[in-house]
């Protein structure tokens, strides 16, 4: 099993940064990809951006140049910093992780964590 915490949502005005990071424990080695999605009120949750195990990031057009996504080893955490924040991207922000052992597959969720409007 794969436990997500996230942390890091809170107010911001326009046009200004927040960072989320979502720390991970239990069985670490058997993550394949983690990263982020979104779910704004009403709306479909969707990828926000995902890191590979080899390194390989992905993210969604709508972040891309504004948001950056980073990972630290030592600490079993990846980082979301999001900057030029708009009314968009207002949503919770949940943590994902895919695990993959002998073909298993599992899909992990954090609880998320709420980014308001800009204000």
């Known amino acids: 099993q794969v436990h997500l915490v996230e942390s890091g949502g809170g107010l911001v005005q326009p046009g200004g940064s927040l960072r989320l990071s979502c720390a991970a424990s239990?069985?670490?080695?058997?993550?394949?990809?983690m990263g982020w999605y979104r779910q704004a009120p009403g709306k479909q949750r969707e990828l926000v951006a995902t890191?590979?195990?080899?390194?390989?990031?992905l993210y969604a057009d709508s972040v891309k140049d504004r948001f950056t996504l980073s990972r630290d080893d030592d600490k079993n955490t990846v980082y979301l910093q999001m900057n030029r924040l708009s009314p968009e991207d207002t949503a919770v922000y949940y943590c994902n992780a895919w695990t993959n052992v002998l073909d298993d597959e599992n899909e992990w969720w954090g609880q998320g964590t709420q980014v308001p409007a800009p204000s």
């Open positions: 890191i590979t195990e080899g390194g390989s990031i």
């Open positions: 239990g069985s670490i080695h058997t993550i394949r990809v």
